[in-house]
Each structure stands twice: as C-alpha cells, then as structure tokens.
C-alpha cells in the first residue's frame, strides 16, 4: 500500500512539473521564442522573429547536451546568465539576434529546471 501511495504522488508530482515547465515557457520564454519550425515560416514571419526558434534552440542544445541532467544544468543556467562564450547558436544568429536577456534571474532554481525538463522533453520530440 505504501509502495502504491508513494508512486501516486511521484506521478502526481512529475505530472505538475511538467505542466508548470509548459507553463513557464508560454509565459516566460514564447515571448520571444516561437514553437514553430523555421522552416515552416512564411518569409514576413522569418524577417519578424526577434529571437531563434525554440525548436531551432532545443535541438542545438540537445545535440550538445544530449542527456536531460547536462540539458537542465545548461539551460538554467544560462537564461541566469547569459554569455556569448556559452551559447550554442551559429555565429550569424547571435549576430542578428544577440544575447538574451538574463529572464532566470527572477526564477527559482525549480521553476528553471521544470522549463528546461519539458523543452528537453517536448521540443522537437517525436512521440
């Protein structure tokens, strides 16, 4: 019965860290990211982004970062603290977009990992 009661409430709990990482990111990060492909942009809405793709992001991320635990560490750290030398963007995306703004220093350390989980796990996933 215990065993029973404590895999409830851990599904229970990863289930709200989930919704609250996708909630985060449509409130934090969808400002400027969008969660479209690029290549599925009409040119006016590839000329109008004001920052890389989340998709765009993720996957350059993930191919560096490839397990969840270094995908999380990077990710909250860095929208902490931002820095040309850490970012995994091309040379001329950082040119026409630059850094971004530090939006994690106002974000608890749990908030940032829930946002980094679910784009680990959501962004550019094939189910």
């Known amino acids: 019965m ?6 409830t409430s851990l599904l229970i709990t990863s289930s709200l860290f989930a919704q609250n990482g996708a ?29 890389p ?26 929208i902490t603290k931002p820095a040309k030398i850490k970012s995994r963007c091309k040379e001329d995306v950082m040119k026409r977009f630059g850094l971004m703004p530090p939006i994690g220093i106002g974000m608890r350390e749990e908030d940032k990992e829930a946002v980094a989980s679910w784009m680990f796990n959501n962004i550019g996933v094939t189910k």
């Open 23 to 51: 909630m985060i990111f449509e409130n934090k990060c969808m400002v400027c990211h969008i969660l479209k492909m690029e290549w599925q942009l009409r040119e006016r809405e590839k000329s109008a982004l004001i920052a």
């Open 53 to 78: 793709t989340a998709y765009g992001i993720t996957k350059h991320v993930r191919d560096v970062f490839p397990n969840e635990k270094q995908f999380v560490e990077f990710v909250s750290d860095y």
């Open 2 to 7: 215990k065993n029973r009661l404590l895999l």
